[in-house]
């Protein structure tokens, strides 16, 4: 599965933590993450990371484009509800995408949790059948 991996600033650390609580499942797959959360994630685990542009520099955007072009399977993005982000337009965005194609998304740990879960279940190989038709 192709995961995209995304925190604001306030959430990175949560972000590391739960990158590190399950390094073991998501070594086995494809990752993606915005500029920032790519290099820290990178720094704190041994997972390999595909990185895109900083957010407020494009990477919500970049990765909204994977996904109208079916190649992200999941999103995790832990949101800063609590900080004005000079990109929001660029967030909105990138969750109505995840909307308009079916895309699981978690914007919080609670959620984010519950879809890694499931992703180790197999809950997800719907996703292999749409991405390859
Ligand atoms: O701003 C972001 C998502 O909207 C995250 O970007 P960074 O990972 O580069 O900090």
Redesign the pocket.
């Known amino acids: 599965m192709n995961i995209a991996l995304?925190?604001?600033?306030m959430k990175?650390d949560m972000m590391i933590h739960f990158t590190t609580a399950y390094e073991n499942i998501l070594k086995d797959h494809k990752l993606f993450?915005?500029?920032?959360?790519?290099k820290r994630i990178m720094e704190n685990t041994d997972l390999e990371i595909e990185r895109f542009?900083?957010?407020?520099?494009g990477?919500?955007q970049q990765i909204g484009a994977e996904i109208a072009n079916n190649r992200m399977d999941m999103v995790i993005?832990l949101?800063d509800p609590l900080t004005a982000?000079p990109?929001e337009p660029?967030?909105q965005a990138?969750i109505r995408l995840c909307d308009v194609y079916m895309i699981p998304v978690a914007t919080n740990i609670a959620t984010a949790e519950l879809l890694i879960r499931a992703l180790e279940r197999g809950d997800l190989q719907w996703r292999n059948f749409v991405r390859e038709s």
Do not use: C, E, W, Y
């Open positions: 995304i925190a604001h600033d990175k993450a915005t500029g920032t959360t790519g542009q900083s957010g407020p520099l990477g919500d993005f949101r982000q990109h660029d967030i990138l």
